[in-house]
């Protein structure tokens, strides 16, 4: 991958976090902290890695992505947006009455969306199906499952692994957001979860563990999951929560917290700064 085109995805990033920003205050409430984390890998398989048609976004040979913590919905929804999934304005109605961007991504409410997610630990179940459908049916369409590390304290997610393992589904991938906070602080706090490398390399996945936040470390991953195996694939992608927003990296507090006027301008006059430094 050559400098310019990872320079250019991470002018992009810097364009997806700046709208998440904006997003968030105006609607004054979201999660700013995950989303922000998760920009440049969602930079990464929107403008990269995924073969999408925002004209046609039923199209039977798109790929498919699901986000499982549908909380950090903002960086989904500024992705869509900057790809042409919808009008870029509408990102400002994020959380309004009657908006299409809502709170947690609904299926039918806007093109590009696959599943509905809200409650956390369904999205590696509902992966797991699209993706033995596709199996089953011969298609060549890639599933991408976005995941948080506290959806990991769940049972369900667990049943999931075991059930990709047991089917083979080598046209699944699954991204675990590894920011270790959460709502109620930090998860090996809450309840550990040491290795996820070792869990699901026990479990019989493939497993491949990166700096989520480095664009050459993402699209290198993004290429292994390319080659042919034969088992589901994990991407444990460590990310800093807030990213490039120095008040909000690492502080779990801004897992559910939208900034005040004061802070929106603070964050982005820094991401400005470093966007001028990629420029």
């Not at 920009?39 to 046609?56: C, E, Q, R, V």
Request: charged share 25%.
């Amino acid at each position: 991958m050559n400098t310019e085109k990872i320079r250019n995805l991470k002018l992009l990033s810097n364009t997806l976090r700046q709208n998440i920003i904006k997003m968030v205050y105006k609607a004054r409430s979201g999660h700013p902290g995950g989303s922000l984390g998760m920009a440049d890998i969602f930079t990464a398989l929107y403008f990269h890695h995924l073969n999408l048609y925002p004209k046609k976004p039923k199209h039977p040979d798109r790929d498919l992505l699901v986000l499982s913590n549908g909380h950090i919905c903002p960086v989904l929804y500024a992705a869509m947006a900057k790809k042409g999934f919808f009008p870029k304005k509408e990102l400002l109605t994020f959380r309004q009455t009657n908006s299409r961007l809502q709170g947690h991504p609904h299926r039918e409410a806007l093109p590009g969306l696959e599943t509905s997610s809200g409650p956390l630990g369904s999205g590696l179940s509902q992966a797991a199906g699209i993706a033995l459908a596709l199996k089953n049916d011969k298609k060549r369409n890639k599933v991408v499952c976005i995941t948080s590390d506290g959806e990991h304290q769940e049972g369900n997610t667990w049943e999931a692994i075991m059930f990709a393992e047991k089917y083979g589904l080598d046209n699944l991938t699954v991204i675990v957001d590894r920011n270790k906070i959460q709502i109620d602080g930090e998860t090996e706090e809450v309840m550990p979860l040491k290795s996820l490398r070792e869990k699901y390399a026990s479990f019989g996945w493939g497993v491949v563990e990166i700096n989520g936040n480095n664009m050459k470390d993402i699209l290198t991953a993004l290429q292994i999951s390319l080659k042919p195996r034969k088992n589901p694939l994990v991407i444990i992608a460590h990310t800093t929560p807030g990213k490039g927003v120095s008040f909000m990296e690492n502080e779990y507090e801004w897992h559910g917290k939208a900034p005040n006027e004061e802070e929106t301008i603070k964050a982005l006059e820094e991401l400005e700064e470093q966007r001028r430094y990629l420029e």
